[in-house]
Nanobody
Framework: QVQLVESGGGSVETGDSLRLSCAAS????????MGWFRQGPGKEREFVAA????????YYVNSVKGRFTILRDNAKNTVTLRMFGLTPEDTAVYYC?????????????????????WGQGTQVTVSS
């Protein structure tokens, strides 16, 4: 059983940056593909970014490519989402998620329903 705790959300203005962190405990962190998802007001939960077990491969939803960066530190059991150039469309609750079953080494699942463990979420609000 993996426990995930997000931190780093907040209220910012358009163009600002934030760094979200997710600390994992209770499992072997390097065994898990890690992802970030978000759910905006009145919207479905959507894939934002994910990183494979070794950290060599990263994937992003088109709307954040070039603005967000996902990183992991397997020694510290953490995954980070660096967000730059934030816009009001990025306003959402951001969730960290872990996937622990077999998957291609350099690919990641991108559907929220595939992930096994979830954090409680952290709110990001971007004002115009």
């Amino acid at each position: 059983q993996v426990q995930l705790v997000e931190s780093g959300g907040g209220s910012v203005e358009t163009g600002d940056s934030l760094r979200l962190s997710c600390a994992a405990s209770g499992g072997t962190f390097s065994n898990y593909v890690m992802g970030w998802f978000r759910q905006g007001p009145g919207k479905e939960r959507e894939f934002v970014a994910a990183i494979n077990r070794g950290g060599e491969a990263t994937y992003y939803v088109n709307s954040v490519k070039g603005r967000f960066t996902i990183l992991r530190d397997n020694a510290k059991n953490t995954v980070t989402l660096r967000m730059f150039g934030l816009t009001p469309e990025d306003t959402a609750v951001y969730y960290c998620a872990a996937y622990g079953r077999a998957y291609a080494d350099y690919d990641v699942p991108k559907e929220w329903i595939e992930y096994d463990y979830w954090g409680q979420g952290t709110q990001v609000t971007v004002s115009s």
